[in-house]
Every structure is written in structure tokens, then in C-alpha cells.
């Protein structure tokens, strides 16, 4: 296949760089090659010691910068056969790499042993469009009519697609761009070489929406102490990323402040894992419940993929859930969950998601909704890289003291025979779930049981009545005093007085929160919330020292039920009440989201039988997230649930 680069019309970023002299600096380049976008870093990862003229000879007519493949060689005799499988590999393991890159070539053996080029490789060469082939020294021949053996590199790097200046040897990485069309990001971010991340300077022509830019998977190797190298992550926009803007959702708070100083715990830990930070990722204002599209009216909700591609994200975590079910180029989604923003929007967008046991990871450099119940956790496809970024982010604070499942079952709003596709499937994984783990399944009526097991803190009050409005306070006046109050006061100073603008839902919870009820409403509730989660570990799901945790609770998540984004709502209220999605709030216990099946609805938009998904949600004891991780690993090997696809259907 010929090489079709070519340079994009005004392709070249320049910044400026706000110093005494006054002075420019690239940011970047944009170029095309084999008709698909990408971003060339600034920063160049190594020079090649190649001659003037060498490089010259595959020069573009219209530029400086050519494409290069970088080959790993380990075979002792490199012929074409070896050559073309090497590029096949490239292209079914990395979406970076296409053909176009191998208009320049550097070789390198990898392998033990004396290395060989056999000849002739003209056939393959020119196949690609090949213009330069460049083996290292390592091999006994040289390239006779192709090239010359060279000298390698200033700094050694990895295999992939790179940019060649051809002016100055210079190699830089290759991002490959792609358009978020789902509006599930607010910028697109890269590293820069000090450990401060920069906004990608790149655009996709008429894409009318921000552009990411991802760089090749060649160019990492996982190891033991970099197990989510080349993974690809988005990051919920409450979270700290050095030299990187906040807007948590408002765009009067993101105007106002300046970029970030240091990245936040959870963030850094992924990084120095070799996790890839590719963008922060749209959150409802505040991190407070917005619905579609109603609510959202600084930023646009994110859309997400699945059915007729008009369904509510959910969330807080709406831009991580609609990223993640959308694109395969997308690996993990970093989020938060105070009352459900993780596992909500997991449940609607076809992922696994979960609320981690509270406390398992620091939270500085995170805006606070309620310090009480906010957690940091994980929106993904695959739940193997799920338990391996958990091990990462949670550190010893996951544990794998466990030396087997649960045999109990405890469900809570299980229908006792299936009317519904969305409830056979239900009903189906549970029986897989008792058949594997040979457990036996009881149903839990917790207003019985609270009833008959009533704490004495309680007072004799129901479930409900005593844990109505302790959510809702926490999350008011908790995010009031230790968030809204200084944001008010930075702002008023700032521009005469002025309050910023505040969405309908973060605006109506705070002014509740401050005007009915008490001052010490705050103690009250955090004392509610701990009556609560000891009696939950005594009389509910109790720990275990053989399985972590004595039994596992299963719950809906949702049925494939439609909730359109094109519909007229009441407005926002305070989320008071009880349900057994609470639980994880108040007991400080992991509540994991399950992607189990698809099922059928009729489509008002499409006119059509579209697809949405249905999952469970699994409880266990508090600190036992390691054994259902490790859950749902099993369960994987044993196809009793499978990984989804991105898209309008999961399977």
C-alpha cells in the first residue's frame, strides 16, 4: 500500500509563550496520514543519527515531518515474511498504527544472537511505499540498494509509529485523533515532559465537537510495576490534573480559577502505574444528580450509545459512563460516587462500575459533595483491567484475604417469576450465580427485619423515617460549607459582589440545606448513617473469615428501561427517602454494578426495537472489594458474563 501523507492546510500550532523577550513555541502539529488525523507531540523522544541526506531522500515535498515505524525485530533472520507479519500484528493490536507509517523504516533487533537481513525485501518495501529503511548496527548486513546500516538513536524508544523531522533526525510521538461525539469530555489532554499535562492544540476537521488524542499502545509494555501501562483513561472532571483547569461542571468556576498546581492521590496513582491520561470527562454541576436535559444548562448532558442513542447517561458520573460505552478506543473511566454517580451511570451506558468500601482511597485534589460518603472508583468494559486498577488505585486497601465465595444469596427486589425479557435475564444469572458458587438465595425484606431488629438509637422510628433526609443533608450542607461558601466568596470579591450562575439542582439542595433545618443537622445524620451500618454488618451481611464477607446482596440495576432525554420535566427536588441503593452509602460497603444482558423496547425516536442493557449490582461485606472483583474475573472465565461492545447494543 502506497503512502498517502499529506499535511493538513495550516496544520502548525504555535503558542505563545508569555516571557520578557517574547517568544514562540510549538504546541503541537496536526497532520493526515492514509486519510486519518493526527497530532504530532512537540516533544521530540530522540533524534536518529542519520545523514542529512539519507533524509532528505524521503522527504515530503510540502514538509518537514515524515512518518516512521519503529520495528521490534526478535527473529534472527529478518525476511519478508517476517516483515509483513510484524506489520499485520501492528495493525490488529494498536488503532494508532496504519500502513502510511512505514514510509520510513528503523529496524531493531530485540532477540539473542547474531541478526541477519535477507534479501530481497524490495517486493514488501514497496508494497508500503517504503522511502527509508534503516536497520541498526545490530544486524551483520547492511540494506545494500534500500539505505545504509546507521548508528540508532540519541535515546532509545519503543516500537510504533512515530513523526521524522527530517531536518533534524527528531522523533516524535504519534497521537491519533478522534472526535468525541458523544460529548462525553470537556478537553483532551498529553503529558509534557515536567509531569504537568497540557490541552491538546488539535482539532478534527468538521467534527464540531472536542477532539481526543490518543497515543499508539506499541509504544508500552506492561510490568509488575506499571501494570496499566498504555491504558487509556478519562478522568471526571472533579479531579486534579497539574497545569490543567477544573470546571467541575460550571463554567463560571472554570473562567474563574487558574490551572491546577499538583494532581490529585487517585489520579497520580494511576499515572505512576502507566495509566494514560487522555481527557477530563464531563460531570453534572457539582457532582449533584442533573437529568437530561432539563438540569444540565451550563454544559450539555453527554449522549449516551446505547438503544436509540437518546437515553439519559445518568449521573454524576455521566461523561466517564457515556465515554466508556461509546468508545472502543476508551479503556477505563475514573469517577466518583457519593449517592450512586458511579453505579448509575455503569448501569445505564452497558459497564461495570463500582462504589469501593468508603475510605479505600485519599481524596485530596477531589471537590467534595459530602466527605461522609464520597468515593473514588472505576467505569469499565472489562473486568479484568477493572480488579487490576482497583489493586492500583486502592492500594493494600483491597484486599484478597478470602479462600472462597459466599454460599448466600440475599436478594432485594427480585420478581419472584419472570413477565419481561429484562427479567428472565435477571432470573438466569442468578441461577448460574447459585449454581456456581453453590449458594442458596434468600429474599431480604429490610423494613421487616428493621422492624423487628430496631436499634435502640432509632427510637422505634422506621427505616425511612429515620434515614429520610440524612442524604440530603449531608450532601447540602457538607458541600456548602466546605466547597460553595469559599467559591462564593473568591467569586463576589472578584467581580464586585457578584454570585456566580449555579444549575437548578446543586442551587435548590444547598438552599434547602441552609434553610430547613438545623445547624447541627449535620452530626445528626453522620450519627444516623453509623446506627445504620452496624446494623447492617450485624443482622444483614456480615463479614466472613473464610469468604471476606458472609453473603453477597443482589439488586437490580436496571431493566432495560427506557428514560428518554427529550422530555419535559418536573423540576429538580431533594433526594430524601431510603432504598436499597442507599446501602453502600450509609453501611461504607462496596456496591458493584454488573452488565448482565441486553433486552428489547420500542424506540419513540427511531420507531424501531432498539437495545438496552440490564445489570445487577452486588453487595458484599465493607473491605471485601477484592473478592468480588475477583468475583467477576470467574464469572468472566466461566462466560456467565461477557464483556460488551461500545455502541447502540452491548452484545
Known amino acids: 500500500m502506497a503512502s498517502k501523507f499529506v499535511r493538513r492546510v495550516g496544520a502548525i500550532v504555535l503558542a505563545l509563550t508569555l516571557a520578557v523577550e517574547g517568544s514562540i513555541s510549538s504546541a503541537g502539529e496536526t497532520v493526515v496520514v492514509n486519510g486519518i488525523s493526527y497530532f504530532a507531540d512537540p516533544n521530540s523522544v530522540s533524534i536518529i543519527a542519520a545523514t542529512p541526506e539519507m533524509l532528505r531522500s524521503a522527504s515530503p515535498k510540502d514538509g518537514d515531518l515524515i512518518p516512521l515505524t519503529v520495528i521490534d525485530d526478535s527473529s534472527n533472520s529478518f525476511t519478508t515474511s517476517v516483515f509483513r507479519s510484524i506489520v499485520a500484528n501492528y495493525s490488529a493490536a494498536d488503532d494508532v498504527f496504519n500502513p502510511g507509517f512505514l514510509q520510513a523504516i528503523y529496524l ?20 508500503y511505499g517504503t522511502k527509508l529503511f534503516m536497520p541498526s548496527r545490530d544486524y551483520t548486513k547492511s540494506v545494500q540498494s534500500q539505505g545504509q546500516s546507521i548508528t540508532g538513536w540519541r535515546t532509545e524508544i519503543p516500537a510504533g509509529p512515530y513523526f521524522l523531522s527530517v531536518t533534524t533526525g527528531e522523533v516524535f510521538k504519534a497521537y491519533r485523533l478522534y472526535s468525541d461525539v458523544q460529548g462525553a469530555f470537556t478537553e483532551g489532554l498529553r503529558a509534557n515532559p515536567n509531569g504537568t499535562y497540557s490541552v491538546l492544540s488539535a482539532a478534527v476537521p468538521g467534527a464540531q465537537s472536542p477532539t481526543i488524542g490518543v497515543p499508539s499502545r506499541l509504544y508500552y509494555t506492561k510490568t509488575d510495576s506499571q501494570p496499566l501501562a498504555g491504558v487509556r483513561v ?93 468508545y472502543d ?131 422505634g422510628a422506621s427505616i425511612n423515617e429515620y434515614l429520610n433526609i440524612v442524604y440530603p443533608v449531608l450532601i447540602s450542607q457538607q458541600q456548602y460549607n466546605l466547597f460553595t461558601l469559599p467559591f462564593y466568596a473568591d467569586y463576589a470579591a472578584a467581580n ?52 471476606c464477607s458472609e453473603s453477597l446482596m443482589l439488586y437490580p440495576g436496571t431493566l432495560a428501561t427506557p428514560t428518554y432525554r427529550n422530555v419535559y420535566r418536573s423540576a429538580p427536588g431533594i433526594p430524601s427517602g431510603f432504598g436499597i441503593s442507599r446501602v453502600a452509602n450509609f453501611a461504607e460497603v462496596p456496591d458493584m454494578v454488573f452488565p448482565i444482558g441486553q433486552a428489547a423496547y420500542n424506540s419513540t425516536i427511531t420507531l424501531k426495537e432498539e437495545y438496552l442493557p440490564v445489570a445487577v449490582d452486588i453487595v458484599a461485606a465493607k473491605g471485601c472489594d477484592g473478592m468480588v472483583f475477583a468475583l467477576a474475573e470467574q464469572l468472566l472465565s466461566a462466560g456467565i458474563i461477557a464483556i460488551p461492545k461500545t455502541g447502540s447494543t452491548l452484545y
Open 108 to 127: 531493531k533487533h530485540v532477540g539473542s544472537g547474531p541478526a541477519t537481513v535477507k534479501y530481497p525485501l524490495g517486493a514488501a518495501l514497496t508494497e
Open 496 to 547: 464586585q459582589g457578584r454570585r456566580p450562575f449555579i444549575d437548578p439542582s446543586p442551587l435548590i439542595r444547598w438552599t434547602w440545606g441552609q434553610v430547613n433545618v438545623s445547624s447541627d443537622a449535620t452530626e445528626q445524620a453522620i450519627a444516623s448513617k453509623n446506627v445504620f451500618m452496624d446494623w447492617w454488618a450485624e443482622q444483614v451481611v456480615r463479614p466472613d473469615a473464610e469468604s
Open 329 to 459: 478506543w476508551l479503556d477505563l473511566g475514573l469517577g466518583s460516587d457519593t449517592g450512586g454517580s458511579i453505579r448509575n451511570p455503569s448501569q445505564v451506558n452497558g459497564c461495570f462500575g463500582n462504589r469501593p468500601s468508603h475510605g479505600l482511597v485519599p481524596l485530596d485534589g477531589v471537590m467534595p459533595l459530602s466527605p461522609a460518603l464520597d468515593t473514588a472508583g472505576f467505569l469499565t468494559r472489562d473486568p479484568v483491567l477493572w480488579h487490576t486498577a482497583a489493586k492500583v488505585l486502592y492500594e493494600t486497601n483491597i484486599t484478597s484475604n478470602f479462600t472462597g465465595f459466599p454460599k448466600k444469596i440475599i436478594t432485594s427486589g427480585f420478581p419472584t417469576t419472570a413477565t419481561t425479557e429484562a427479567e428472565t435475564i435477571l432470573l438466569g444469572f442468578l441461577s448460574k450465580l447459585e449454581s456456581f458458587l453453590n449458594a442458596t438465595t434468600t429474599a431480604l425484606d429490610y423494613n421487616t427485619l428493621w422492624a423487628n431488629t430496631t436499634p435502640v438509637a432509632a427510637g
Open 234 to 326: 478519562g478522568v471526571k472532571d472533579i479531579f486534579d490534573i497539574a497545569g490543567v483547569k477544573s470546571s467541575l461542571g460550571n463554567r463560571a468556576y472554570y473562567d474563574f480559577y487558574p490551572p491546577r498546581n499538583s494532581t490529585a492521590t487517585a489520579v497520580q496513582r494511576l499515572i505512576d502505574a502507566g495509566a494514560v491520561i487522555v481527557g477530563k470527562m464531563k460531570t453534572s454541576q457539582f457532582a449533584n444528580g442533573e437529568t437530561a436535559t432539563g438540569d444540565w444548562v451550563d454544559y450539555h448532558s453527554p449522549f449516551n450509545a446505547r438503544g436509540d442513542g437518546y437515553q439519559d447517561p445518568s449521573s454524576s458520573s455521566a461523561g466517564p459512563g457515556a465515554g466508556i460505552g461509546s
